[in-house]
């Protein structure tokens, strides 16, 4: 728009005179971003209709009101990501792939203050980058300006990017947010990156100060818990010895931390990844008469690394041995929870543990890894991936060694519980079950029962259907998780072969899972309906069917659903005997219907609509 347009706008709408300087700014060849529409350029405008021309990517040469778009467009400045994205390619090609700290300094220098959200500016770089390829590059970008003296990095994605006027050493940063925090979780985190971030430096700055700091927050602060203030004390004591300062100094000590067995488990939990294999060294120093068990314990409630930490520690301490017939008595006793079951299936063939868990290869193992699946699905309040069911399905051979001493019948039985498990999709289960039917032929009559079943809907109601639901619910939801916490709770007692409440668990477990399993298939194979198809020409579901009795007097049925029976008020499902009898019959007609060792005629006197 030139201004004699733009005067022409305001004339015939004087209410856009406070929009005139963003008016004149949406001329053509502007490159704008639309709320709706998305990233555009201004092609022209209409001194006819008074419309600005765009074009869209989704939508070329569309017209719009330049009154409407004040409000709901932006026109981009000529060095804003996006449209240098379009007039200059190349130069942001090389800036994304080989200096994305400097792409990002470009791009906060087109903003206003040269600073913007952490959220706007990802939504720039993702559209400029690509969204394929966002993900990963962003995580090594991030790295790359943390880096970036030029650059401020916010704590918070709400928080702001900022170009810094004078740069500022990725030290002194980190030093001037020590300072500022009263957080002592976050001293702690702070003071770490400082001791990396002046690690290869000659001069220390302001290190002395860094420790104290953090020595003051590990002995004083009331916010930390176990966890957390052992490893600010490790945190400490590495500062300490870079600064050359004695770490006996300090209290509490490290080995003070965990010198009460009863808070090994809870700090085990929440300790990072990178100081676990030090948390376990520190055990050995300061338990080395109980260390053994205390890790042995560890491993049983352990969860993803640590787990592989803690069989490390074992093995390169000498406890291979303990460690093979622990973990096969953890399996008699159905006791191998499902990190250590993923760790054993992902080492199987390691040239280092291959020997160790050899015997655990078995059949056992695989209804082990559907039981700790179909706890966790049922445990999960969403719908995250569970990894036992991830490599099971992604390992094409795992299935195929631990069936390797099965017989038939137990391939079967295993087979049968992978259809009933809460874990798995359809079509994984279709696809594990391929595997078992290569191995196993005769599991393939498992497979055409189950899609024979599935071939004749059911005829229900939505009130009968949502009642059966409830009840499949209440199963998954309550019942399950009530009975797995009883398993749980009998396994403690000791040994399973005489633990009549751990047999009792395990006998209720199998109804609800046989019963969850029927609740499923019928579940499936139910279609609601509202009846209104019946007519009165013949009978079907939905009908309401005089019959004479054999006694000579009559009797009014209605016939629904499946689930909807009411003898009491003589309503019948289609699929009793006098229900399927009566269907497709006419007016007139008589049925014959069995009941025990008697026989008795029906006739129909008239067909009414339920409906």
């Known amino acids: 728009m030139n201004s004699e347009a733009v005067s022409a706008l305001l004339v015939k709408n004087p209410s856009l005179k406070a929009f005139k300087s963003k008016l004149e700014a949406m001329k053509s060849g502007a490159y704008v971003i639309h709320r709706s529409w998305g990233f555009g350029q201004i092609k022209s405008f209409d001194d ?53 700290a400097q792409l990002i300094v470009e791009a906060l220098e087109s903003y206003p203050n ?42 918070k994605k709400t928080e702001c990017y900022v170009l810094r006027e004078t740069p500022v050493s990725a030290e002194d940063e980190i030093y001037d947010q020590f300072n500022s925090t009263r957080s002592a979780r976050r001293r702690i985190s702070l003071a770490e990156d400082y001791a990396t971030a002046s690690a290869h430096k000659e001069a220390n700055g302001n290190l002395t100060e860094v420790l104290k700091g953090v020595a003051d927050a ?59 294999s030090h948390f376990l060294e520190l055990i050995k120093e300061t338990h080395p008469i109980e260390c053994r ?62 020997k160790l868990l050899n015997d655990l290869i078995t059949p056992r193992l695989l209804s082990a890894i559907f039981f700790a699946i179909d706890y966790e699905a049922l445990q999960a309040a969403s719908a995250r991936r569970i990894p036992l069911g991830d490599i099971l399905s992604d390992d094409t051979e795992l299935i195929a060694d631990l069936l390797s001493t099965a017989d038939p019948e137990t391939a079967r039985d295993l087979a049968n519980t992978l259809l009933l498990n809460q874990g798995f999709e359809e079509l994984t289960k279709k696809s594990l079950l391929a595997r078992f039917i290569k191995i196993f032929p005769n599991i393939q009559s498992l497979v055409a029962a189950d899609a024979e079943g599935k071939e004749e809907q059911l005829l229900v109601s939505r009130q009968s259907f949502e009642r059966k ?143």
């Open 48 to 100: 006819t209709t008074l419309r600005l021309v765009i074009d869209f990517k989704g939508k070329k040469a569309h017209a719009m009101d330049p009154a409407f778009c004040v409000g709901t467009m932006e026109v981009l400045p000529e060095n804003h990501l996006l449209v240098r994205k379009e007039t200059e390619p190349k130069k942001i090609s090389e800036l994304i792939a080989n200096n994305p």
């Open 218 to 276: 590990v002995k004083d602060s009331n916010q930390l818990d176990s966890a957390e203030r052992l490893y600010g004390a490790a945190v400490r004591d590495r500062i300490a010895k870079v600064a050359g300062v004695d770490a006996s100094t300090f209290a509490p000590s490290q080995a003070s931390l965990v010198a009460n067995l009863r808070d090994l488990a809870a700090i085990s939990e929440k300790i990072p990844v990178q100081f676990q």
């Open 293 to 354: 068990d205390i890790v042995f314990n560890l491993l049983k409630v352990s969860q993803g690394k640590f787990t592989t930490e803690c069989i490390n520690f074992l093995v390169e301490n000498g406890y291979s041995e303990d460690l093979a017939s622990t973990l096969k008595r953890w399996q008699t006793e159905q006791n191998l929870r499902a990190p250590v079951l993923l760790w054993i299936v992902k080492n199987r063939h390691s040239k280092k543990f291959a």
């Open 469 to 611: 639901r409830e009840e499949y619910e209440a199963i998954v939801s309550k019942k399950i998780p009530e009975n797995s916490k009883a398993i749980a709770a009998a396994r403690e007692h000791g040994d399973l072969r005489e633990n009549s409440e751990y047999k009792m668990a395990k006998q209720d477990q199998q109804v609800l899972m046989s019963h969850k399993g029927q609740l499923e298939r019928e579940l499936a194979r139910a279609r609601i309906t509202d009846f209104k198809d019946a007519t009165a020409e013949q009978v079907s579901v939905g009908s309401i069917v005089e019959v004479r009795i054999p006694d000579g007097g009559t009797t009014r049925y209605t016939i629904l659903g499946v689930w909807d029976g009411d003898p009491e008020h003589h309503v019948i499902s289609y699929k009793t005997p006098l229900g399927s009898a009566l269907i497709g019959k006419k007016a007139g007609e008589t049925v014959k219907v069995k009941t025990g060792a008697a026989e008795e005629s029906y006739s129909i006197v008239s067909i009414a609509r339920y409906a």
């Open 114 to 155: 040269k600073a913007t959200t952490a959220i706007d500016l990802e939504i720039t770089l993702a559209q400029v980058v690509g969204d394929e390829k966002f993900k990963k590059w962003w995580g090594d970008a991030r790295k790359a300006v943390a880096k970036d003296p030029r650059v401020s990095v916010p704590e």
